[in-house]
Nanobody, 125 residues
Framework: QVQLVESGGGLLQAGGSLRLSCEVSGGTFGSYAMGWFRQAPGKEREFVAAINWSGGATRYGDSVKGRFTISRDNSKNTMYLVMNSLKPEDTAVYYC??????????????????WGKGTLVTVSS
């Protein structure tokens, strides 16, 4: 049974930084691409970032490019998302997910087979 658990969410002011973690248990973490998605109240789930199996390739949504950084540590079965220069519009529940593929380029909401329960990030103005 593959389980994903996000942590690191919280309440902070605009301009601040936060690091989210996603710890994966079960399965083979190092064989699959991983992704971060977010969903704000009343909005559809949005792609945030993806990373390939080795960490050598990444991809970002347009709204977070240059501010967020995705990384992974396969020795710890953990993925991270460092979020800088946070804006109120970054407020959302952030989900991590495991892809069915090893390639970051193929990551989308429809290509993920396991999801975490999410962690809430609230950015005040």
């Amino acid at each position: 049974q593959v389980q994903l658990v996000e942590s690191g969410g919280g309440l902070l002011q605009a301009g601040g930084s936060l690091r989210l973690s996603c710890e994966v248990s079960g399965g083979t973490f190092g064989s699959y691409a991983m992704g971060w998605f977010r969903q704000a109240p009343g909005k559809e789930r949005e792609f945030v970032a993806a990373i390939n199996w080795s960490g050598g390739a990444t991809r970002y949504g347009d709204s977070v490019k240059g501010r967020f950084t995705i990384s992974r540590d396969n020795s710890k079965n953990t993925m991270y998302l460092v979020m800088n220069s946070l804006k109120p519009e970054d407020t959302a529940v952030y989900y991590c997910a495991r892809a069915k593929t090893s390639r970051a380029s193929a990551v989308s909401a429809r290509s993920m087979d396991y999801w975490g329960k999410g962690t809430l990030v609230t950015v005040s103005s």
